[in-house]
């Protein structure tokens, strides 16, 4: 259907705020031309009275970082009764906490680069020499360091020498008190994403292709929740230096992707398993993202999963909808349908 009236969610108090608005205008354009009503919205003290006004079809959160993806803002619209596209919000926040989100793909089964987090005032308290020291005895190199919450690459630096540790570490906790260093893992970095359809109805004969009409790596059906799950063809992410950073991420030239990824079918379909059961694992809904990195052995590795994907014009769901042969704004379209009919 189209002629809904859908409020866009964008912007926010967070160091991603320019991305964010960027991902609302590119989807908010893209819904117009499938003849929705869209009104983009910050999210700040008159949003409630707002929504109890305009009480709009459904809320579509292109938020990214703090309350759009931690949970705040779901439970925000679930308090109003609005429906809206994506997980539910005590889901988020599990996703939200990389540790959290890397332990729960560790019990079933995946694998996911060893780790610690380390909390500002414990590198404060217990020295930085005696910190490095044990971080890397237990750890060794090289590492990677980046906030434990939060995203975009903001923060995130990898560690080849033990000198350099005290600063990457000074870099991440200025976007959070909590650090997550993991073991860096070398190979072909993935961004897959991967999306929900109701389930075909076996009367009707219907295949779950037949019921997103998309290609996809993996998918799972669901009897309890009545869905399918699709893994997207997957994005290769080639960054120029060894970290796909804020700049790598979003200025346009500046990093090298492919869609599809240059695995072998055996190593895609791999991953694409991996990031259907992590959308799964984590009770996570409609779309979501997961980072990936396929090693020199072809093991996919779990990095941390995001709930808001970006849509701006160098995000990777766009390239992996576009590798699909879909349309941006009608995949929404459907996915709005089914925020509304769920409610």
């Known amino acids: 259907m189209t002629d809904r009236h859908v409020v866009v969610l964008a912007g926010g108090l967070t160091h991603e705020r320019e991305v964010s608005l960027r991902s609302g205008s ?27 006004e305009h009480t709009p079809d459904a809320a579509i959160i292109a938020l990214h970082g703090g309350r759009g993806e931690n949970g705040a803002v779901q439970e925000v619209l679930e308090m109003a ?67 434990h919450q939060g995203g975009s690459g903001l923060g995130a630096g990898v560690v080849r020498g033990a000198e350099d540790l005290p600063g990457a570490l000074i870099d991440a906790f200025a976007y959070g008190t909590v ?18 359809a109701p389930a075909p109805d076996p009367d009707e004969g219907s295949t779950h292709e037949d019921t997103l009409r998309l290609p996809g790596v ?14 997207l063809p997957a994005v290769e992410i080639v960054p120029p230096g060894d970290v796909f950073d804020y700049e790598a991420r979003y200025t346009a030239g500046t990093t090298t992707y492919h869609t599809p990824a240059r695995l072998p079918a055996d190593q895609a379909a791999a991953a694409g398993a991996m990031a259907v059961a992590a959308h799964r694992t984590l009770g996570l809904r409609d779309v979501s993202r997961v980072d990936a990195i396929v090693d020199k052995t072809g093991v996919v590795h779990f990095l941390e999963v995001n709930v808001s994907p970006g849509l701006t014009e160098t995000s990777m769901l766009p390239m992996a909808v576009a590798a699909a ?19």
Request: contains cysteine; hydrophobic residues 40%.
């Open 26 to 52: 590119r989807l908010a354009d893209s819904l117009r031309r499938h003849g929705h009503d869209v009104t983009i919205r910050d999210v700040d003290a008159t949003i409630l009275p707002w929504l109890a």
């Open 81 to 147: 009764g609005i429906p809206y596209l994506g997980t539910p919000s005590h889901n988020c926040r599990l996703a939200w906490d990389k540790a959290t989100a890397k332990t729960l793909l560790r019990r079933a089964g995946f694998h996911t680069p060893d780790w610690i987090t380390l909390s500002h005032q414990t590198f404060r308290d217990l020295g930085a020499p005696a910190m490095v020291e044990a971080v890397v005895r237990h750890l060794g190199l090289p590492l990677m360091v980046k906030p």
């Open 179 to 196: 650090v997550l260093v993991e073991q860096f893992v070398t190979g072909t970095e993935l961004a897959l994403s991967v999306l929900d």
């Open 218 to 231: 993996t998918d799972y059906s669901d009897a309890a929740t009545r869905t399918t799950s699709f893994a």
């Open 325 to 343: 042969g879909r349309e941006l704004g009608e995949l929404y379209s459907e996915l709005i349908e089914t925020a509304i009919s769920r409610s």
